[in-house]
């Protein structure tokens, strides 16, 4: 299983793509969230209109979705013919069906078909095995856990923790966890911190937690304090992590 990193930032990162990961493993790939940078970061990988087979949408927020209209549209433009599987909270399908549309406005069709698949606790896509389960935030969001047969990636997106997210994230070869802030935020908050994401690295004994969607101003503060700790990263754009190799090798490498 591969793992690019297509952005790694906050919904008004001044540098950074906004968050989103691109997964895949011999001929199956999956894009998960799509924000307004996501499309040209896609397109300067030179990647065929048909490579992608499902995006995932954690939640619809902006920095999560806004990107689709402009990813559908080259696809079209440029023959993609593959069908493209669309997951997604169902309360959320309806938003997102808007996007689509705006991607053929006002007089071009789709020439690729679309398929609608709602997130479920427990799904399946070719030998890849994948949970979700909802993180605290101010709209609904599910973390994502993708498995195959030796390795599993844990990718929370936007919000605090729960008992169910983290239950997802134990035993994770690697697990990327939003982190906003530097300083703990209050209970109730929608968004994850620095403070907790330590904690839970060494609760759960993660080998590797890469935290994400830092906040600007915290993150030179989150960098240098992960610096300091074995198992802790900050992610960034291109990061590639092929988890059939030393992983720690390709993070120390990439990152620090």
């Known amino acids: 299983m591969k793992i690019d990193v297509i952005g790694s930032g906050s919904a008004f990162a001044t540098h950074a793509n906004t968050s989103a990961m691109l ?15 996501i499309p040209r970061a896609l397109w300067q990988r030179s990647l065929t209109v048909n490579a992608i087979d499902v995006i995932y949408f954690t939640h619809i927020h902006p920095d999560h979705c806004a990107g689709l209209p402009a990813l559908l549209n ?17 309360e959320q399908q309806v938003m997102l069906e808007s996007l689509v549309t705006l991607s053929i406005w006002p007089k071009s069709e789709m020439r690729f078909e679309q398929h609608w698949c709602h997130t479920l606790p427990t799904m399946h896509w070719g030998t890849w095995t994948i949970h979700t389960a909802p993180t605290d935030h101010d709209v609904p969001n599910r973390a994502i856990r993708i498995a195959n047969h030796q390795h599993a990636l844990f ?8 008992d169910a997210s983290i239950a997802l994230m134990k035993n994770a070869t690697i697990a ?12 109730g908050d929608s968004h ?10 060494e609760a759960l004994n993660l080998d590797y937690l890469c935290v994400y969607h830092c906040w600007d101003e915290y993150l030179e503060d989150i960098q240098a304090r992960c610096a300091a700790l074995p198992h802790l990263y ?17 993070l120390d490498d990439q990152l620090r």
Do not use: M
């Open 155 to 162: 990718y929370s997106d936007d919000g605090r923790p729960t």
């Open 192 to 201: 994850g911190d620095l403070p907790q994401c330590i904690e839970l690295s």
């Open 74 to 90: 080259q696809w079209n433009s440029f023959g993609r013919v593959k069908p493209l599987t669309i997951v997604c909270q169902p």
């Open 23 to 37: 997964v895949t493993e011999n001929d199956q790939c999956w894009l998960i969230d799509c924000g307004p940078t």
């Open 234 to 250: 900050v992610s960034q754009d291109n990061l590639v992590i092929d988890l059939d190799k030393n992983i720690g090798h390709q």
């Open 176 to 187: 990327f966890q939003e982190c906003a802030s530097f300083d703990s935020l209050p209970e």
